[in-house]
């Protein structure tokens, strides 16, 4: 299936290096971040799981659960894990998602139905399972990137991303771009000026359409 923005994830059967679950259970009450990659033992994907490795204390700031996944199995994961620590220099304690019958990548569309893996196969046949989803607690899709073999990610940019996130879920306010934790917040025009004034005090008209105020901490 196709998963768009709002969309309730599948609650997926998954085989990970830390045992076996359901998304669902995995998600629970929290914020989550599932990253995937197309095979274990490949550099790029290294530095990757390095940095989501070494911001283990600002994922459980946000209350947030990390989980990734790469096109091999459970023992190759677990090995994989010694060379991502002595990379990063920092503990991987986030499960594994082993997905090299590409059941998960499939049901999450980041592979057409009709893939499978050759013998011999390199990354490059696996390669559009590189994907950041972001999950909210009622295990809704909001927010999903898609980067190519060559680009690593930014996981500075998820990072603010989810913050971004949760600062307005629920909330009659978005976020301007290059938006920082703390900084001015764009009021939602579902309200007009006298009930974002009620709402949030001063409020800053730049346009009838564009109006900021104090990020409501």
Not at 88 to 94: N, P, Q
Not at 132 to 158: C, H, W
Request: charged letters at 25%.
């Amino acid at each position: 299936m196709a998963l768009r923005i709002n969309d309730v994830v599948p609650n997926l059967d998954l085989v990970t290096d830390q045992g076996n679950f359901k998304l669902h259970d995995f998600i629970g009450d929290n914020w989550a971040i599932l990253f995937s990659h197309p095979k274990d033992f490949t550099p790029v994907c290294t530095t990757e799981f390095g940095a989501v490795s070494q911001l283990a204390d600002e994922w459980e700031k946000r209350g947030t659960k990390v989980i990734g996944l790469s096109v091999d199995g459970v023992d190759e994961h677990k090995q994989w894990k010694a060379d991502i620590e002595k990379f990063a220099g920092a503990k991987a304690g986030f499960p594994i998602i082993a997905d090299d019958d590409l059941a998960v990548s499939k049901a999450l569309d980041m592979l057409p139905a009709e893939a499978y893996l050759p013998d011999g196969r390199t990354a490059a046949d696996s390669a559009s399972v590189r994907v950041v989803f972001i999950f909210s607690p009622d295990k809704k899709l909001q927010l999903s990137m898609t980067y190519p073999m060559s680009v690593g990610r930014n996981f500075a940019e998820v990072l603010r991303a989810l913050d971004a996130l949760q600062a307005t879920y629920g909330n009659p306010i978005a976020t301007p771009a290059n938006w920082q934790q703390g900084q001015d917040v764009i009021v939602a025009l579902s309200l007009n000026d006298e009930q974002a004034k009620e709402k949030f005090g001063d409020i800053d008209v730049k346009l009838p359409y564009l109006r900021t105020t104090k990020y409501p901490s």
